[in-house]
């Protein structure tokens, strides 16, 4: 068990160009989630998959914002078009158990600043 | 819509000294509480949850905390904090599987 992964760690971009992060879950996790984490503020839900399937989008999630998990194991978030407010910790989790007994496992996020 | 306050930003204490995190709550039906820890270049670490039952959970690392339903509070306590445990504490309530609802975080300062 090797933990949830992502890549890169950090991330600096111009306005206006789009940017990938990936997540490597857990092996055998089958929910995976992602989250917004902005200074001085709390982690914010942004969307969660079920296997490959997408199941529910925050309204944070702009147009410009598309999450995949193409074969239920990685998943990757891309932002389109990138604004100085989207400069946050993107945080991924994925989770064992069901119900009440679910347990997230977080990676150590990316940071992403847009300049 | 459910939410917690983390009306502490910063919490400066003294190594051994006891410290409480206070996490108030809002919510209409029935709850679930997490408090979770994130030190420096780390990801988020589950500390304790409150699901039902006892209303006194323990947690990882020495934590425990008191779900209180008649004041809507979940403290998070400890009676002797090390150098170690300074990092970020986030309290959180559950909205539906683990769509979590995080405060604004505590920063626990510890100093020797």
């Known amino acids: 068990d090797t933990g949830v992964s992502q890549d890169p760690r950090h991330k600096i971009t111009k306005r206006g160009q789009n940017v990938t992060f990936r997540c490597d879950p857990i092996?055998?996790?089958?929910?995976l989630y992602w989250y917004r984490q902005t200074l001085g503020q709390g982690p914010e839900f942004l969307t969660y998959f079920q296997n490959e399937a997408q199941l529910e989008k925050s309204r944070l999630l702009s147009d410009r914002f598309s999450a995949e998990r193409p074969k239920g194991s990685f998943s990757t978030l891309e932002i389109q078009r990138t604004e100085q407010g989207d400069s946050a910790m993107y945080l991924c989790?994925?989770?064992?158990?069901?119900?009440?007994?679910?347990?997230?496992?977080f990676g150590s996020g990316t940071q992403l600043s847009v300049l | 819509a459910q939410s917690v306050t983390q009306l502490d930003s910063q919490v400066p204490v003294f190594e051994e000294a006891p410290v409480e995190l206070r996490c108030n709550y809002s919510?209409?039906?029935?709850?679930?509480l997490f408090w979770y820890v994130q030190y420096p270049n780390q990801g988020l670490q589950l500390l304790l949850k409150?699901?039902?039952?006892?209303?006194l959970v323990k947690g990882i690392n020495g934590f425990e905390a008191e779900f209180n339903k008649s004041q809507t509070s979940f403290h998070l306590r400890k009676p002797s904090v090390h150098i170690s445990d300074t990092a970020e504490y986030f309290c959180?309530?559950?909205?539906?599987?683990?769509?979590?609802?995080f405060g604004t975080g505590t920063r626990l300062l510890v100093s020797p």
């Open positions: 959180a309530v559950n909205t539906g599987f683990q769509k979590l609802v």
């Open positions: 989790a994925s989770s064992s158990g069901q119900g009440v007994n679910e347990k997230l496992f």
């Open positions: 919510s209409s039906v029935s709850v679930y």
């Open positions: 409150y699901l039902s039952g006892s209303t």
């Open positions: 092996s055998e996790h089958n929910r």
